[in-house]
């Protein structure tokens, strides 16, 4: 399984932008997708997921900005990012895993759980 991520940029304080992750290879009935970011000097940081079946989760710094989004005629799902603020800027990664070892969102908050991971995209975010 690949994962590209894409669609980073730089944008001002308040803007918007939309993040792709593009699953090519085997897919998945029953999985977890990811997204994830890092900011210099910081451990990487859990930003939202999607479990199959089951409605999004997000983490509490971008609940109400930021919603993922999902095509149904491919395997691409995308993050959309509103009300961006300079604290979001960060390398942005998508990730997924198979594994479901837990029905509940807080076992997948942790990057460990996820096997599959993009290359990161670049979101840059000025004030």
């Known amino acids: 399984v690949q994962l590209q991520a894409s669609g980073g940029g730089a944008v001002q304080a308040g803007g918007s932008l939309r993040l792709s992750c593009a699953a090519s290879g085997r897919t998945f009935s029953v999985f977890v997708m990811g997204w994830f970011r890092q900011a210099p000097g910081k451990e990487r940081e859990f930003v939202a997921a999607l479990k199959s079946g089951d409605s999004p989760y997000y983490a509490d710094s971008v609940k109400g900005r930021f919603t993922i989004l999902r095509d149904n005629a491919t395997s691409t799902k995308y993050l959309q990012m509103n009300s961006l603020k300079p604290e979001d800027t960060a390398v942005y990664y998508c990730?997924?895993?198979?594994?479901?070892?837990?029905?509940?969102?807080?076992?997948?908050?942790?990057?460990?759980?996820?096997?599959?991971w993009g290359q990161g995209t670049q979101v840059t975010v000025s004030s």
């Open positions: 990730a997924l895993t198979n594994k479901l070892l837990s029905g509940s969102y807080t076992y997948y908050i942790s990057p460990a759980r996820y096997v599959y």
